[in-house]
């Protein structure tokens, strides 16, 4: 993540609207507009807001399972043949009612 462009630097973008806040945490949605490799981790880690348990990028706790408090809720793609566009959607993984806390 650089503050600004320089030439060896790829545009990365996203934006994310707050879902819920608590007391030190957030929900969040993001939406990306690009795909950059470690995208949401590091523009949020940038920003001063890492992801809950991802110590790689400046979370200041491991979660039990040493995951991160990450994953894809939808994703929408044109099928490569018909152009048709597809959506697929996941639920949000069951042992998250623990990190509402």
């Known amino acids: 993540v650089f503050p600004r462009e320089t030439p060896s630097s790829k545009r990365s ?3 994310y609207e707050v879902i819920n806040s608590l007391e030190k945490n957030s929900l969040i949605e ?16 940038f920003i001063g807001h890492p992801i ?6 400046g979370a200041p706790d491991i979660l039990p399972d040493q995951a991160i408090a990450l994953y894809a809720c939808k994703l929408v793609f044109n099928h490569p043949t ?12 069951e042992n998250w009612a623990q990190l509402k806390v």
């Open 52 to 57: 809950m348990g991802d110590i790689k990028y």
């Open 30 to 45: 993001v939406t990306l507009y690009t795909g950059r490799f470690h995208q949401i981790r590091a523009q949020m880690a």
């Open 82 to 93: 018909s152009s048709e566009e597809i959506t697929l959607t996941a639920p949000e993984p």
């Open 13 to 15: 973008e996203l934006s």
